[in-house]
């Protein structure tokens, strides 16, 4: 009898400890990666590692760089289409280096305005594994990267590590207002 107890409490010891607790960051990317799916699925995530964290200070840094080669480029081709003259060209290119001046400084003025803020984690970088089915179709073991904020908000998640920092300027307060007052004004047009 005691070795019949034993063997029980063995397997219970065993079970227990085989079941993994839910992780809220691998929950978040598959909601995130399934939420236009208007079909059953079960995906998992697996081998889910933390790549890199980003601070705020660091994501204004790369968003200031992408507007300050940008304002470089554009006046470099507004200057081109002025000695070539097309002034159609030169024109546009003046309404896109506006824009572009207009977004550096705001970006300058919100980092100034965290202030301190800016040496806090903006998001985490990770890498992972998922597989599953959706419907009938099997998906195949696939890995992926995401960026997640600490309060676990999925910002990207991508195939190719080199994307996933295409939007993760949306984590910066104010910044999406700020792209969105521009498209605003220029469907006013």
Request: charged share 30%; hydrophobic share 40%.
């Amino acid at each position: 009898m005691k070795k019949i107890t034993l063997l029980v409490l063995a397997v219970l010891a065993v079970c227990a400890c085989s079941q993994k607790e839910p992780d809220p960051v691998a929950d978040a990317i598959v909601a995130e990666m399934m939420k236009d799916i208007d079909q059953p699925y079960k995906i998992v995530v697996e081998e889910l590692q933390l790549l890199d964290s980003t601070t705020f200070a660091t994501e204004f840094q790369r968003r200031i760089g992408i507007y300050d080669l940008r304002l470089d480029q554009n006046t470099a081709r507004m200057e081109k289409y002025i000695r070539e003259g097309k002034p159609k060209n030169a024109t546009k290119v003046f309404q896109e280096l506006q824009r572009d001046t207009k977004i550096f400084n705001e970006l300058n003025a919100l980092k100034e305005m965290m202030a301190e803020d800016t040496l806090k984690t903006a998001y985490y970088d990770y890498s992972y594994f998922y597989s599953g089915k959706v419907g009938e179709q099997k998906v195949p073991r696939k890995q992926a990267f995401a960026t997640v904020t600490p309060d676990g908000r999925v910002l990207t998640y991508a195939a190719d590590r080199k994307d996933i920092h295409k939007a993760t300027g949306l984590v910066i307060p104010g910044y999406q207002e700020l792209l969105d007052s521009f498209k605003e004004a220029d469907e006013d047009k």
